[in-house]
T-cell receptor, first 116, second 113 residues
């Protein structure tokens, strides 16, 4: 159980376009989902925390207008990278948590974004 | 602010040998500590976690970790590694049970046949 999927697994886009990444909890309802960014050979950097039905909470330095997060249901969160540029190329990972009292995050396999 | 340090970027051990991956944290109170493993093409998987109680924590895949408050450490150990253990290992710390968690930079484990 506790499977999280991400779609797409890889995406290549042109500079200036927008890209949407989906994160789904397949067999449980996630009250909270997290979005991370991972640079090559580096750690995961938390970008934002989203609770179902609420606005996402962004970490310092993350542009909320560039990285739009929507958590419309208990099983789906989306990250849209707007007007993507080559510096946005990275590995984006989502995670989902069942409830605060059980603080284990289940991670998706990640999405590799390449902006040309 | 809380932080996590994994001093070893790469570690190489022979198959069957014992393993210890180091993790040090910086936080005033008792932290919530985690070890995750990341294999290529797969999501991060939780190996074990420490919230309170017994300072020696048993996890999956034969891993264990020991919380040492005096050393601000939470080192991961395995008595005998297998080739399938080759992966990236991340130590992480959370301030509260329901708070975000901060990841260390990771340690890449290489296994020699």
């Amino acid at each position: 159980g506790a499977v999280v999927s991400q779609h797409p697994s890889r995406v290549i886009c042109k500079s200036g376009t927008s890209v949407k990444i989906e994160c789904r909890s397949l067999d449980f309802q996630a009250t909270t989902m997290f979005w991370y960014r991972q640079f090559p050979k580096q750690s995961l950097m938390l970008m934002a925390t989203s609770n179902e039905g609420s606005k996402a909470t962004y970490e310092q330095g993350v542009e909320k207008d560039k990285f739009l997060i929507n958590h419309a249901s208990l099983t789906l969160s989306t990250l849209t990278v707007t007007s993507a540029h080559p510096e946005d190329s990275s590995f984006y990972i989502c995670s989902a948590r069942v409830s605060p009292s059980y603080n284990e995050q289940f991670f998706g396999p990640g999405t590799r974004l390449t902006v040309l | 602010a809380q932080s996590v340090t994994q001093p070893d970027i790469h570690i190489t051990v022979s198959e069957g040998a014992s393993l210890e991956l180091r993790c040090n944290y910086s936080y005033g109170a008792t932290p919530y500590l985690f070890w995750y493993v990341q294999s290529p093409g797969q999501g991060l998987q939780l190996l074990l976690k420490y919230f309170s109680g017994d300072t020696l924590v048993q996890g999956i895949k034969g891993f264990e970790a020991e919380f040492k408050r005096s050393q601000s450490s939470f080192n991961l150990r395995k008595p005998s590694v297998h080739w399938s253990d080759a992966a990236e290992y991340f130590c992480a710390v959370g301030e509260n049970r329901d708070d975000k968690i901060i990841f260390g930079k990771g340690t890449r484990l290489h296994i020699l046949p």
